[in-house]
């Protein structure tokens, strides 16, 4: 079992930035594949971004492609994600997710609780 437990959600104003956190325990970090998803209301929960398991190897969707970066520190059993220059589009709730492959798709093995990022206008 993996426990996942996102952090750093907010209130931020368009353009601003924000970095999110998923913390993980249980079973050894490295040994998964990471992923970022975010729900809007009304929504389908959607891929945002994802990093292999070395850390080497990043997918990002087209609209957060060149603002958003995901990265992972494996000694710290963390993978963030750093968002810059937000948009009001960018407002949604935002997990964090751990598998054993990278999809765009959310059948991944494990989920945070999420956390909620709200961008103003």
């Known amino acids: 079992q993996v426990q996942l437990v996102e952090s750093g959600g907010g209130l931020v104003q368009a353009g601003g930035s924000l970095r999110l956190s998923c913390a993980a325990s249980?079973?050894?970090?490295?040994?998964?594949?990471m992923g970022w998803f975010r729900q809007a209301p009304g929504k389908e929960r959607e891929f945002v971004t994802a990093i292999n398991k070395s850390g080497e190897v990043t997918y990002y969707a087209d609209s957060v492609k060149g603002r958003f970066t995901i990265s992972r520190d494996n000694a710290k059993n963390t993978v963030y994600l750093q968002m810059n220059s937000l948009k009001p589009e960018d407002t949604a709730v935002y997990y964090c997710?751990?598998?054993?492959?990278?999809?765009?798709?959310?059948?991944?093995?494990?989920w945070g609780q999420g956390t909620q990022v709200t961008v103003s206008s």
């Open positions: 997710a751990a598998g054993e492959r990278i999809t765009t798709m959310t059948d991944w093995d494990y």
């Open positions: 249980g079973r050894t970090f490295s040994s998964y594949a």
